[in-house]
């Protein structure tokens, strides 16, 4: 991408064969996929189609079924991993900010930080303000969720998982549950994160996000990836007729408003189809 520091070529995400079963339900169902250093990927695919939990089989809040996850050479999926020494080196960044009420946005940044990286107080406080600063919040240290926008909170989630200093950051589409004007300054911040040369794994319904700031989109349904390529390829001109369908319904603001009002999907949307 214009402007970003060159990708040196290192995997910091590789996957492979990766499947996982809820019970007899075979959510993902063999995923291939390698982020490499400085690399921004998207995952884009309906309701259902295992996206957060290929996500969540990254830092192991979901343990795989079968197949290798590796995160900067270390293999996560090895049994005798320290899975929190791996999950440190990643930031994760949730639909749902999660952040402890009762703590102000700079209390929210400085606890992990002292509890799991044993910084002191003043140490932790000066990475937290650097990067609220990071986020556009300097001037909000002192405030407490409750009195944040709902694309506040989520600059401060970004800027906690900032604090920890991952190498790489996961998002589980960081904008779904904000009002639409509040969407903007939140993807803002991951652009300029892209910019930075951060390695990003983002799962989002960001049509535009996707197109311009990813290096690769992935198209993921019923638990595989159907294509992957340049933005302007997938995103843009589609080869699989499903990645297409799934555009037209994204980028269809009649047919988004049909999708909204509907609760979601009972089961994931490609059940019934034997594996590619
Ligand atoms: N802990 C769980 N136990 C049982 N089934 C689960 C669990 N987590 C996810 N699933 C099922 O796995 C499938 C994929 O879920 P997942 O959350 O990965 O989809 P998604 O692509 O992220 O969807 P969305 O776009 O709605 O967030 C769904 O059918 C879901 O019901
Ligand atoms: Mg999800």
């Given at each position: 991408m214009a402007g970003r520091s060159p990708q040196d070529g290192t995997a910091a995400i590789e996957i492979e064969g990766l499947r996982k079963s809820f019970g007899a339900l075979e959510v993902l169902r063999g995923i291939d996929i390698t982020v490499r250093r400085g690399e921004v990927v998207c995952v884009i695919g309906p309701s259902g189609s295992g996206k957060s939990t290929l996500l969540r089989c990254v830092n192991l809040l979901e343990e795989p079924t079968s197949g290798r996850v590796r995160v900067a050479g270390t293999e996560?999926?090895?049994?005798?991993?320290?899975i929190d020494r791996v999950r440190r080196r990643i930031g994760m960044v949730f639909?749902?900010?999660?952040?402890?009420?009762?703590?102000?946005a700079l209390g929210n940044l400085t606890i992990a930080q002292r509890r799991v990286l044993g910084r002191g107080k003043a140490e932790a406080e000066e990475v937290a303000r650097r990067n609220l600063r990071r986020v556009g919040?300097?001037?909000?240290?002192?405030?407490?969720p409750a009195q944040l926008s709902g694309g506040q909170q989520q600059r401060v989630a970004i800027a906690r998982a900032l604090s920890m200093g991952p190498e790489l950051m996961l998002f589980d589409e960081p904008t779904s549950a904000l009002d639409p004007e509040l969407v903007g300054d939140v993807l803002a911040v991951m652009r300029a994160l892209a910019d930075e040369g951060m390695t990003m794994l983002v799962v989002t319904h960001e049509m535009s996000f996707a197109r311009e700031v990813a290096d690769r989109v992935i198209f993921m349904d019923g638990g595989v990836v159907v294509e992957e390529g340049p933005p302007e390829r997938v995103v843009v001109d589609p080869s699989h007729a499903r990645t297409r369908a799934f555009l037209a319904r994204v980028l269809d603001p009649a047919a988004a408003d049909v999708l909204e009002g509907s609760p979601a999907p009972e089961s994931p949307s490609a059940p019934l189809e034997g594996p590619p």
């Amino acid at each position: 991408m214009a402007g970003r520091s060159p990708q040196d070529g290192t995997a910091a995400i590789e996957i492979e064969g990766l499947r996982k079963s809820f019970g007899a339900l075979e959510v993902l169902r063999g995923i291939d996929i390698t982020v490499r250093r400085g690399e921004v990927v998207c995952v884009i695919g309906p309701s259902g189609s295992g996206k957060s939990t290929l996500l969540r089989c990254v830092n192991l809040l979901e343990e795989p079924t079968s197949g290798r996850v590796r995160v900067a050479g270390t293999e996560v999926t090895d049994p005798e991993v320290d899975i929190d020494r791996v999950r440190r080196r990643i930031g994760m960044v949730f639909q749902a900010f999660n952040l402890f009420p009762h703590l102000t946005a700079l209390g929210n940044l400085t606890i992990a930080q002292r509890r799991v990286l044993g910084r002191g107080k003043a140490e932790a406080e000066e990475v937290a303000r650097r990067n609220l600063r990071r986020v556009g919040l300097t001037e909000k240290a002192d405030s407490y969720p409750a009195q944040l926008s709902g694309g506040q909170q989520q600059r401060v989630a970004i800027a906690r998982a900032l604090s920890m200093g991952p190498e790489l950051m996961l998002f589980d589409e960081p904008t779904s549950a904000l009002d639409p004007e509040l969407v903007g300054d939140v993807l803002a911040v991951m652009r300029a994160l892209a910019d930075e040369g951060m390695t990003m794994l983002v799962v989002t319904h960001e049509m535009s996000f996707a197109r311009e700031v990813a290096d690769r989109v992935i198209f993921m349904d019923g638990g595989v990836v159907v294509e992957e390529g340049p933005p302007e390829r997938v995103v843009v001109d589609p080869s699989h007729a499903r990645t297409r369908a799934f555009l037209a319904r994204v980028l269809d603001p009649a047919a988004a408003d049909v999708l909204e009002g509907s609760p979601a999907p009972e089961s994931p949307s490609a059940p019934l189809e034997g594996p590619p």
